[in-house]
């Protein structure tokens, strides 16, 4: 069994840059894709981006290209979403996700969810 456990939402002001972390525990990390999602309020769970498990294959959902970067240091089992010139419509919960392949993220098939962590961006 895989724990998702992530760190770093809060408030932050359009234009502010977070660092979200996701620390997995239970299993070898390494062999995992691992993703974000995101369910803001009122609207249903969206795919933000997916990361394979050597790192080397990237996915990231239109709104978010150009402004969020996703990296993962396998030696920590941690894996981390930079957010920068937020928005307000960035405004959501913050869901981690591992599944065997990358293409099973990016479909919104993730094996393992974490619990969530909120992020607030005010205008």
């Known amino acids: 069994q895989v724990q998702l456990e992530e760190f770093g939402g809060g408030l932050g002001q359009a234009g502010d840059s977070l660092t979200l972390s996701c620390a997995a525990s239970?299993?070898?990390?390494?062999?995992?894709?691992m993703g974000w999602f995101r369910r803001p309020p009122g609207k249903e769970r969206e795919f933000v981006v997916a990361?394979?498990?050597?790192?080397?294959?990237?996915q990231y959902a239109d709104s978010v290209k150009g402004r969020f970067t996703i990296s993962r240091d396998n030696a920590k089992n941690t894996e981390y979403l930079e957010m920068n010139m937020l928005k307000p419509e960035d405004t959501a919960v913050y869901y981690c996700?591992?599944?065997?392949?990358?293409?099973?993220?990016?479909?919104?098939?993730?094996?393992?969810w974490g619990q969530g962590t909120q992020v607030t961006v005010s205008s």
């Open positions: 996700a591992t599944a065997a392949s990358i293409l099973q993220v990016i479909r919104g098939r993730p094996a393992h």
């Open positions: 239970g299993r070898a990390f390494r062999n995992y894709a």
């Open positions: 990361i394979s498990w050597r790192g080397s294959e990237k």
